[in-house]
């Protein structure tokens, strides 16, 4: 997973066009630039955002992250302007933007279909919001030019929508809702119709271009390694709710919630009740049999109800029961290896009924896996890889 770090700075001690804008650094990174206060959207008796409330920072490249029909493209299109909302307000640099109509927003939408005009070329699908602005016909021509150089399409201009790639009609879009110059750019699962290398190539691409413009991005995704990948910070959204938001880092290995540490990748959960907490560790009985010892700090008192979280590359396979300690330890038998290249995972059928996972890079030969299908193995995790979560 990339990691982002949003005050990068240039060779003068400030990220590249800093002395545009008013304020230090520090202070742009905490300024909320976008505000949601506690924002409703309703259609009929279905409730699609639920007083939901956010700042996005200044500069900031932010992920509305979650599963179909948890509200996050109704929240993208009420920062549009397309819809509006039932309740609560949108501030943008301070200001209450919720009446105002999407021409007259400092923000641009790329959709997740691109939109082009067919009929258009790729000269005139770029240029077609700043004729509708009424700019003279040179500066339109030179904000063209400068856009597809942006978005490396030197020499495309003439052509039509027909006649590109997936990919090359993606950067006509882009270059489409950049040429404005907008303070926010949305971004509506911009890269689902790209291939998969292509759309790992793009990622980095974006970020890049988010950092060489020193603008606001917002992108709408179900994708969980793209917004690992390209955010700042991210808003896990579920039932029209946010669950957390953070740095892709600590949504990962510090999530606030079961339903966090279940969506955001892979994981293995284990029910219990606390045993006793205190002197920098935990004590859980766990359901399934047996005691779990962690050490991520929890408040909650002995006999509350609780998860603990591991990861599965966090998770440490075994062929043998003397290589492993008492704590944190299962046995079983391989079910299946899956092969990815990189990684192999492993799924455990434990002896208590269990099934957990652990994830082992391929440091080696396939051929000099640490075990097979059907091999009886031992899986231990250390105290630190576990995370208590009490919802």
Same mark, same amino acid.
């Given at each position: ?26 202070? =742009? ?9 506690? %924002?409703?959207?309703?259609?009929? $008796? ?29 929240? #993208?299109?009420? #920062? ?20 105002? *109509?999407?021409?007259? @927003? ?18 005139? /699908? ?37 006649? =590109? ?14 040429? +404005? ?5 949305? #971004? ?23 950092? +060489?413009?020193? =603008?606001?991005? %917002? ?11 390209? !955010? ?10 946010? !669950?957390? %938001?953070?740095? *892709? ?5 510090? *999530? /606030? ?15 219990? @009740? ?53 704590? $944190?330890?299962? !046995? ?19 002896? $208590? ?29 250390? *105290? ?8």
């Amino acid at each position: 997973m990339a990691q982002r770090n949003p005050g990068d700075t240039g060779s003068a001690g400030e990220p590249p066009g800093l002395a545009a804008l008013p304020g230090s650094w520090d202070e =742009l990174v905490a300024r909320p630039l976008v505000q949601f206060e506690s %924002v409703s959207k309703r259609f009929g $008796n279905f409730v699609a955002v639920e007083r939901l409330s956010l700042d996005i920072r200044e500069r900031e490249f932010f992920a509305l992250l979650g599963p179909s029909g948890c509200g996050k493209t109704t929240l #993208l299109r009420m #920062l549009a302007g397309f819809e509006q909302p039932s309740e609560g307000r949108i501030l943008l640099d301070g200001v209450d933007i919720s009446d105002v *109509p999407p021409h007259r @927003r400092p923000v641009n939408m790329m959709f997740q279909s691109y939109a082009l005009f067919p009929h258009l070329t790729v000269e005139g /699908n770029v240029a077609f919001g700043l004729r509708q602005d009424g700019m003279p016909k040179p500066e339109i021509a030179a904000r063209v030019r400068e856009m597809l150089a942006l978005v490396k399409l030197d020499g495309f201009g003439a052509r039509r929508p027909h006649q =590109l790639s997936g990919g090359q009609r993606q950067r006509v879009a882009l270059a489409r809702a950049l040429a +404005k110059r907008p303070r926010v750019l949305l #971004l509506d699962e911009p890269m689902s119709a790209l291939d998969r290398k292509l759309r790992e190539d793009t990622r980095f691409e974006l970020m890049e271009l988010q950092d +060489k413009l020193g =603008l606001t991005f %917002v992108i709408v995704t179900h994708d969980q390694e793209e917004a690992m990948t390209v !955010a700042d910070r991210i808003g896990v959204m579920n039932a029209g709710r946010l !669950a957390q %938001v953070a740095t *892709p880092s600590d949504i990962y290995e510090h *999530p /606030n919630s079961r339903w966090v540490a279940d969506f955001i990748g892979d994981v293995n959960l284990f029910e219990g @009740r606390v045993v006793s907490s205190g002197l920098g560790h935990t004590v859980i009985e766990s359901e399934a049999g047996g005691r779990l010892l962690v050490t991520h700090p929890t408040d909650a008192s002995a006999g509350t109800a609780v998860t603990v979280a591991v990861r599965p590359e966090k998770v440490r396979i075994d062929t043998s029961a003397s290589r492993v300690s008492d704590e $944190n330890c299962f !046995a079983g038998r391989v079910v299946e290896v899956g092969y990815l290249g990189g990684v192999s995972i492993y799924k455990v059928a434990l002896d $208590n009924g269990l099934r957990m996972k652990a994830t082992v890079a391929n440091r080696t030969r396939p051929v000099e896996r640490p075990a097979g299908a059907g091999d009886r193995v031992w899986l231990s995790f250390p *105290p630190e890889a576990g995370v208590v979560l009490l919802r």
